[in-house]
């Protein structure tokens, strides 16, 4: 009833995707956009293969996460297969699949013979230990040590157990008559061994040594793995999907086994044997594309199990059986639902638990950039999974009246098989081949003459091209389309590149000829639907007349040519022509005195730069009841921005006097320096520029620390931004004027209003010499003394 229910909810879900997709509006063929790789390498589902192939040069890189549930042993076997699909041909590509890592783990380890093989293998070789092998030229050899009476190395199940109620196994893994084992899990009672046919020797066990009485104790493994097999395939469209809703490929795949080795094989990494075979697959495709089936019925020939020039195991082949539904919801989003089987076929060793696996794949994959990167996954649930079953196991009932030996019975006991549910997901980066390129054609349209008279002849000839593609390539069409200046239709006389247009008929006035062209280019194989046509119009124009009407022309002076912001300009024009003349005047800038008349005047106030000024000459005269057409001429001004002015550096006060060796601001100085900052709290945008003077005989960088105070007092006790004052210290280069001594000893100040530029500040030293910055000073310490403290005098004692 579950599974019944969940058939039906699968049902409703597929009815309702379809409806949502038949709503879509798709360009295109569709399925070309949605070719991604399978968890086997080439392109189909995640587990069938499509009829549809890679178009030539075409490829994918793709990684996948793949996990599976398998029996007997309730195994959970996790992959990760890269794979790489190129298309070699159009309908021909080529793979190949590397599982770059299998992990395998059991939850039911008891229910697998491998692990009694890789107990027995713990002690030496299983060939030795297990045999004599006997036969093994046609089926499995039969080995005496396994219990396995229908061949094979694998020992029987349960082999190596330990019986319910009894302390060790009653067969060894050491040797023949060897001392019994524990931790092989149930002596299940059984002539028959138990194992995956692709993972046949999967199982490793943990051996912990001897006990006290002598017997091998081993605990399972239940989760091993490593680098697994790499395969190559390849598959080839037969009858193209593009062409019909049928189609049919026939694809095929070789397997090399990478991990050989008996170790290899217990760690679940692979069979160790080559396996391939070819697989039929077919197609029918619906709706635009966007429905589509895909079947998948394919023989595998597995290779069988040989040591020492004996078959020691004969694994059965694969007949794979697998379908497919997917449903395009849109062009980046595709729905899929399979169902992939195999059924182990042909001769074999005998298998106590033969599970045929059948998975159902439900779920999305999503395209971007037409299919060359994807994405998706899909929940699988294990359909054939063997659930519960009941087995015989020996149970130790009692000692034998006679000689004390061991008696056991054999009831069934039920052991179930776990989880059923898994998934696979993958990520996909390759390249898809563009369509060429859509024709675009071009076209030139000519007529005999622009221009004629009533009863003249006139033809029209266009001439097309299409850029890329030689001329034998591309066939034209081509509408004509003659219409009056009202739109009424003029009949033409020819098709084809060529027409005639008679003009005796027509009314004296200009006509508007388009001749639409379509080019048409043949459809490539793949990928297919590209675009094959394209158009282009040409368009001219005719007139029919009467005589001609006279020429116009003008030409104007502008006196003068170039001006001053605000000067006025005089202009004048001068028409020629037959019949009355109206001049009509414009300007790109500035003021016109008049619009009309053949002098006027141009205001320039509030311009700049070129100014173009037009006169527009028209005529009374008509033709075919039409004013002919008049004349301009245009002249420029060009007007020139007066200079701005220059402003000049401030000095608003000082300089301010120092004693020999003092930097020390008195209040005399801070008087000065606050007006300074009263100036520059009254105009934001200025700065200032203190320069530090020195007497020669002073120490050198006391105007240094001259500047530095006077800015730190402006900084410090006036809130003035430092970015706003500029030091310079000119020591002893820039003595004072007047020559006197004690005026070197100064500090100049020099506010700068918005524009002015330093190098304006105009210094004036004494005796000829040259103002000079120094940089390479440091400050000094000046020599300002505090006045002495007075002491009262001391009263006398009496």
Not at 157 to 186: C, D, E, I, K, M
Not at 624 to 630: D, H, Q
């Amino acid at each position: 009833m579950e599974a019944a229910k969940r058939v039906g909810t699968l049902v409703l879900v597929v009815i309702a995707l379809c409806a949502s997709a038949l709503a879509q509006s798709h360009n295109g063929n569709i399925a070309e956009r949605q070719k991604a790789p399978t968890v086997a390498g080439g392109t189909g589902l995640f587990n069938t293969f499509s009829t549809r192939t890679l178009c030539k040069g075409e490829f994918n890189f793709a990684v996948f996460w793949n996990n599976i549930d398998r029996d007997p042993g309730d195994l959970d076997i996790n992959q990760v297969p890269f794979n790489f699909t190129v298309g070699l041909t159009n309908r021909w590509e080529f793979w190949v699949n590397w599982i770059t890592y299998q992990r395998v783990h059991s939850e039911s380890p008891f229910l697998l013979s491998g692990y009694q093989l890789s107990a027995v293998r713990q002690f030496g070789d299983p060939f030795t230990i297990l045999g004599p092998a006997v036969g093994g030229g046609g089926g499995a050899a039969f080995f005496p040590g396994t219990g396995a009476f229908g061949g094979g190395i694998l020992p029987a199940l349960g082999h190596f157990g330990t019986p319910t109620n009894f302390p060790n196994s009653l067969q060894s893994p050491v040797r023949p008559n060897g001392p019994p084992a524990v931790g092989l899990g149930p002596a299940i009672f059984t002539d028959r061994p138990s194992y995956f046919n692709e993972l046949p020797f999967f199982g490793e066990v943990n051996f912990f040594g001897f006990d006290s009485q002598g017997r091998p104790v081993f605990g399972f493994k239940d989760t091993s793995g490593g680098v697994g097999d790499v395969s190559v395939g390849t598959k080839l469209n037969l009858v193209d999907a593009n062409k019909h809703w049928f189609s049919m490929a026939l694809g095929g795949y070789i397997k090399i086994p990478v991990a050989t080795g008996q170790a290899d094989r217990a760690e679940g990494r692979s069979s160790g044997e080559y396996e391939g075979g070819v697989v039929l697959i077919l197609g029918q495709e619906s709706g635009g594309h966007r429905f589509r089936v895909y079947e998948n019925v394919g023989y595998i020939h597995t290779g069988d199990i040989d040591q020492g020039g004996k078959k020691v195991l004969d694994l059965r082949d694969k007949l794979i059986l697998n379908a497919g539904l997917s449903i395009a919801l849109n062009r980046h989003t595709e729905f899929i639902s399979e169902v992939a089987g195999t059924v182990f076929v042909s001769s074999g060793t005998p298998n106590l638990n033969p599970v045929n696996p059948v998975d159902l794949n439900v779920g999305l994959r999503f395209f971007f950039r037409d299919g060359a990167i994807s994405f998706g996954g899909a929940y699988r649930h294990f359909l054939t999974n063997a659930n519960k079953r009941d087995y015989s196991v020996a149970r130790f009932v009692g000692l034998g009246p006679f000689f004390r030996t061991p008696l056991f019975d054999f009831p069934p006991q039920q052991f179930g098989e776990g989880n059923a549910s898994g998934f696979v997901a993958y990520f996909s980066l390759g390249h898809r081949k563009p369509c060429p390129p859509a024709p675009v054609p071009t076209c030139s349209l000519q007529g005999s003459a622009q221009s004629v008279n009533r009863g003249e002849r006139l033809s029209l000839t266009v001439k097309p091209s299409t850029a890329g593609y030689a001329d034998g390539k591309v066939s034209y069409e081509y509408r004509w389309d003659v219409k009056d200046s009202s739109g009424r239709p003029v009949t033409v006389s020819g098709s084809g590149p060529s027409v005639e247009v008679p003009t005796g008929q027509l009314a004296c006035g200009s006509y508007t000829v388009t001749t639409t062209v379509t080019a048409t280019v043949p459809q490539c194989e793949c990928p297919s639907e590209c675009v094959t046509t394209g158009s282009t119009s040409c368009t001219t124009s005719f007139s029919v007349n009467e005589p001609p009407c006279p020429s116009v022309s003008c030409d104007i002076v502008a006196s003068p040519s170039s001006a001053t912001a605000g000067d006025r300009v005089s202009l004048r024009a001068s028409a020629r022509g037959e019949g009355g003349l109206s001049l009509s005047w414009s300007t790109t800038g500035g003021t016109l005195s008049s619009t009309s008349g053949s002098e006027v005047t141009l205001d320039t106030t509030g311009v700049s730069g070129g100014v173009t000024v037009t006169v527009n000459v028209a005529t009374d005269k008509t033709r075919c009841n039409t004013p002919c057409p008049g004349s301009s001429c245009s002249t420029t001004v060009t007007v020139n921005m007066p200079p701005p002015r220059e402003v000049a550096p401030l000095s608003p006060c000082g300089p301010i006097f120092f004693k020999f060796n003092s930097a020390r601001i008195n209040n005399e100085h801070k008087a000065c320096l606050d007006d300074i900052a009263l100036r520059l709290q009254q105009d934001p945008r200025a700065s200032v520029v203190i320069d530090g003077h020195r007497d020669a005989s002073e120490r050198v960088g006391i105007s240094l620390t001259r500047a530095n105070n006077a800015r730190d007092y402006l900084v410090t006790e006036k809130g003035v931004d430092s970015a706003r004052i500029t030091v310079r210290n000119y020591g002893d280069t820039c003595p004072h004027e007047s020559g006197d001594p004690a005026l070197n000893r100064r500090v100049e100040f020099w506010i700068l209003p918005d524009g002015a530029r330093m190098e304006s500040i105009m210094k004036k030293c004494g005796g000829g010499a040259s103002a000079q910055v120094l940089t390479n000073e440091q400050p000094a310490v000046s020599d300002d003394k505090k006045p002495p403290r007075r002491r009262a005098p001391r009263r006398k004692k009496k």
